[in-house]
């Protein structure tokens, strides 16, 4: 029974709390500080532009992938040792049983008389 009568008591302050209050009213200078304000030039698209690259969010992921690229750029440039062994190795081939590729446009005609003198 005392909560109940606390409780009231609670509610009328809060109630009474609004009493004397008057009508809100701006600053002063209000209204030439907001005309100030709405003549004021709009930014740029270049301004607009920098404002969302500035942005944290689009900033860090800008980031993230520049460094991804080079990642995987990095990665790509690193393996291709595998590849060149290889050719050396073809190309060793190629010089022991002296395979060479033959082509039939030439322009020259090589006698094999004209290579012993």
């Known amino acids: 029974m005392r909560k109940s009568h606390d409780i009231e008591k609670e509610i009328d302050a809060v109630l009474n709390s609004m009493d004397g209050s008057g009508r809100a009213t701006p ?12 003549q004021q030039e709009q930014p740029s698209a270049i301004e607009r532009l920098a404002g969302f690259i500035a942005r944290p969010a689009v900033a860090i992921t800008g980031i993230a992938v520049i460094l991804l690229i080079n990642a995987v750029t990095l990665l790509k440039q690193w393996n291709p040792a595998p590849a060149r062994q290889e050719q050396v190795a073809l190309q060793a081939f190629a010089d022991e049983y002296n395979l060479s590729v033959v082509t039939f446009y030439d322009d020259e005609k090589h006698c094999p008389d004209d290579d012993a003198n």
Do not use: E, S
Not at 27 to 38: E, S, V
């Open 27 to 38: 600053g002063d200078f209000f209204y030439t500080r907001l005309q100030a304000r709405m």
